[in-house]
């Protein structure tokens, strides 16, 4: 079974801080998501990648930026972290070509008071 | 670009009743269609997909979709529903030009005894 693990299921983290989210696969998957989801609006894309070192930005990539040093993984990063950060950050990792099955991970909740 | 409408945010329904949860798209390139699912607390599950072929598309816990290209749409049924199913449905797209997928906003589908 494809496994994707986020590092954390909850996280509270102040106004000002830098956050780190870890995504791994164990899959050996080229392609790699970070999505953002908010009640209402379903999920949004953050950025990707699609091979190590390689990234695109999605649709709302304001205020953060990911880094893919090695293919298992991909960490989402929130230089100074903000309230209207405070979301669901799903991750999600699936096969090179579009039309593959992306599989999920849990689920980060993070707060920003 | 491409987009989802997911026309309805809530729908109740009482158990071993039909059910349809509605799902139109917008792109200028062909698509490639999914319903996923997400359990409380989890992350999301692919429940089924369209690439091309027979528009009518079964899959996993007696759900099935169908392709209509005419209309845009991709609506998915389920002839009896348990309370099992009782979660958050969220219709997707992607495209040759786009491995990432782009959600409508979810649809719940909260099952009554």
């Known amino acids: 079974d494809v496994k994707v693990t986020q590092s954390s299921r909850y996280l509270v983290k102040r106004t000002g801080e830098k956050v780190f989210l870890e995504c791994v696969q164990d899959m050996d998957h080229e392609n790699m998501f970070w999505y953002r989801q908010d009640p209402g609006l379903g999920l949004r894309l953050i950025y990707f990648?699609?091979?190590?070192?390689?990234?695109e930005k999605g649709d709302i990539p304001e205020g953060y930026s990911v880094s893919r040093e090695k293919k298992e993984r991909f960490s989402l990063i929130l230089e100074s972290a903000s309230t209207n950060q405070t979301s669901m950050y799903l991750c999600a990792s699936s096969l090179g070509l579009p039309g593959n099955e992306q599989f999920f991970g849990p689920g980060t909740r993070l707060t920003v008071l | 670009a491409q987009s989802v409408t997911q026309l309805d945010s809530q729908v109740p329904v009482f158990e071993e009743a039909p059910v349809e949860l509605r799902c139109n798209y917008s792109s200028s390139v062909s698509v490639y269609l999914f319903w996923y699912v997400q359990y409380p607390n989890q992350g999301l599950q692919l429940l089924l997909k369209?690439?091309?072929?027979?528009?009518l598309v079964k899959g996993i816990n007696g759900f099935e979709a169908e392709f209509n290209k005419s209309q845009t749409s991709f609506h998915l049924r389920k002839p009896s529903v348990h309370i099992s199913d009782t979660a958050e449905y969220f219709c997707a797209v992607s495209s040759f030009g786009r491995r990432a997928l782009t959600f409508g906003s979810g649809t719940r589908l909260q099952v009554q005894p």
């Open positions: 369209y690439l091309s072929g027979s528009t």
């Open positions: 990648s699609y091979d190590v070192k390689m990234k």
